[in-house]
């Protein structure tokens, strides 16, 4: 056999321990970077998450807007039926009020009967002819 000297056992060395080297360089970079699709993906869904649930959110906040604004109008309703019959009410007793004035005081006179009323009453004495009678 043959010896082998010390510098030939290190340039063998060199591309074996060379190769070993990048090889766990590349299982590290492998690592990392499943490890940064794992994180993208998580992150990816989180957000999917919060997009959903704001989205949920939304429509409870719209549903319950709805809700308020229902609420709101059946009361303004019932507030305008009592506003109308309070009104149809006081219309009735404004015209019972009215019918029982009309019964009570006497009607003003008429034309007619204001005709028949100055010839009743004298004319008061004039002493100048010439001037305009009242």
């Known amino acids: 056999m043959h010896k082998v000297s010390m510098r030939e056992r290190v340039l063998l060395l060199i591309p074996t321990a060379g190769f070993t ?4 360089l590349f ?7 499943q490890h940064q699709s794992n994180s993208l993906q998580r992150l ?3 957000l999917q998450e919060l997009e959903h649930r704001e989205d949920v959110n939304s ?6 807007q709805l809700s308020v604004l229902k609420t709101r109008q059946q009361k303004l309703q019932s507030e305008i039926q009592s506003l109308q019959t ?7 007793r404004e015209a019972r009020l009215l019918e029982t004035l009309r019964r009570r005081v006497p009607r003003p006179f008429t034309t007619d009967e204001t005709a ?3 010839q009743a009453i004298p004319t008061p004495f004039n002493p100048n002819p010439s001037a305009p009678s009242p």
Not at 21 to 24: A, E, H, K, S, Y
């Open 59 to 64: 429509r409870q906040l719209l549903d319950q």
């Open 116 to 118: 028949d009323v100055d």
């Open 21 to 24: 080297g990048l090889l766990v």
């Open 86 to 92: 309070l009104q149809s009410e006081s219309a009735e």
């Open 44 to 46: 990816n869904n989180r």
């Open 27 to 33: 299982v590290v970079l492998w690592q990392a970077s």
